[in-house]
């Protein structure tokens, strides 16, 4: 049984640009969250993908944006970057109306310069 | 909205002895809360979940209470060892955690 899998694991990028973020869900797994960790803070919730439409949102503005596909691996893209932007990108699947935790994946982190 | 506290201070405590972290909420009682522990640069792994009826669950040297009326969850580590140096986070609420308690357990 495979984890969570995300890449990159680092990522440097000037402020404007655009990112994505890729995430391999656990096997098994059909929805994926992802979430936005400060230095020094929990996991902030962006969004969830659930059979390849989001389903739930956070509090984060539209460049912030996703995909799930068929085989419910996901993509976390963010336009025009911001320097507050620099965070862990935590990626998380789970089996939706299961009552057990979230499996994460080890994160990307990335850094707006 | 939700709001959850978590001792924000780090805790430290000698191995051996037992660890007991809090996660307080507020708002509408949870049907479950869970808790993670989360190492540096790594994303969170899931030790607990507890039901709304169940006042407790236990995972070898871990404990876990949730008392609804207090809106409160208590997180206990028994028999300490450093390698339980981490920090822990409590979800009350579907996709909302809390921001951890940092645990060192000194040899």
Known sequence: ETGVTQSPTHLIKTRGQQVTLRCSSQSGHNTVSWYQQALGQGPQFIFQYYREEENGRGNFPPRFSGLQFPNYSSELNVNALELDDSALYLCASSLEGAHYGYTFGSGTRLTVV | ?107
């Open chain 2, 1 to 107: 909205s939700q709001k959850i506290e978590q001792n924000s201070e780090a805790l430290n405590i000698q191995e051996g002895k037992t660890a007991t972290l809090t996660c307080n909420y507020t708002n509408y009682s949870p049907a479950y809360l869970q808790w993670y522990r989360q190492d540096p640069g790594r994303g969170p792994v899931f030790l607990l979940l507890i039901r709304e009826n169940e006042k407790e669950k236990r995972k070898e040297r871990l404990k876990v209470t949730f008392d609804t009326t207090l809106k409160q969850s208590l997180f206990h580590i028994t028999a300490s060892q450093p390698a339980d140096s981490a920090t822990y986070l409590c979800a009350p609420y579907k996709y909302i955690f809390g921001t951890g308690t940092r645990l060192k357990v000194l040899a």
